[in-house]
């Protein structure tokens, strides 16, 4: 169903390579107007690397420093290109799984898209399982410097997504979506 919020006008109130930030004047379908700020971001990956050591599965997980929040979390190696709008999902993800963890896939297969915040942001993210890893250097950015890098049994994370040692929407989202369909 289409919405009945007709943009009545549109600026952009800040904007920097990451992100835009636009401020919308609406009108809702009782005729009264409002204003929407809509935070505008490039599509991100989120990539769940499933391996197996004896029997026992496991999922590369970084952790990092969160400036926004002022902590550090647990989530699935992920991103975006900001230089390279035009580069394919796959090829993020692929990229974003090396840089972060070292891993190269065998198999990059996705999973589906989410939105992130679809209450302020127009940013979709597709979520992707990773398979027939190997090892390699990673090759951080210089803001992830600070990462660590850790191969967690699945059954340990989904512990971890329960008591709240994971508390990134967008990894328990995308660790829910592959567990519902079957891939983890």
Not at 24 to 33: A, E, L, V
Not at 76 to 81: E, K
Not at 97 to 118: D, N
């Amino acid at each position: 169903m289409e919405s009945e919020i007709v943009t009545l006008s549109s600026r952009i109130a800040y904007e920097n390579r990451w992100l835009r930030l636009r401020e919308d004047i609406i009108r809702r379908p009782d005729g009264s107007d409002g204003l929407y700020g809509v935070v505008e971001r490039n599509d991100f990956v989120a990539v769940a690397a499933i391996g197996d050591d004896a029997g026992v599965p496991w999922l590369a997980m970084v952790e990092q420093y969160r400036y926004p929040v002022r902590r550090r979390l647990w989530e699935l190696p992920m991103g975006m290109w900001e230089e390279r709008p035009d580069a394919t999902p796959e090829t993020i993800a692929a990229g974003e799984l090396r840089e972060e963890t070292g891993l190269v896939a065998a198999s990059m297969r996705h999973a589906g898209t989410l939105f992130q915040g679809a209450g302020y942001s127009n940013q979709k993210g597709h979520v992707f399982l990773a398979t027939g890893l190997v090892q390699q250097e990673a090759e951080r950015e210089a803001t992830e410097q600070d990462m660590v890098t850790r191969r967690i049994p699945l059954a340990e994370v989904e512990a971890m997504i329960c008591d709240g040692r994971i508390a990134c929407m967008v990894s328990i989202a995308a660790i829910g979506m592959l567990r519902l369909k079957g891939m983890l």
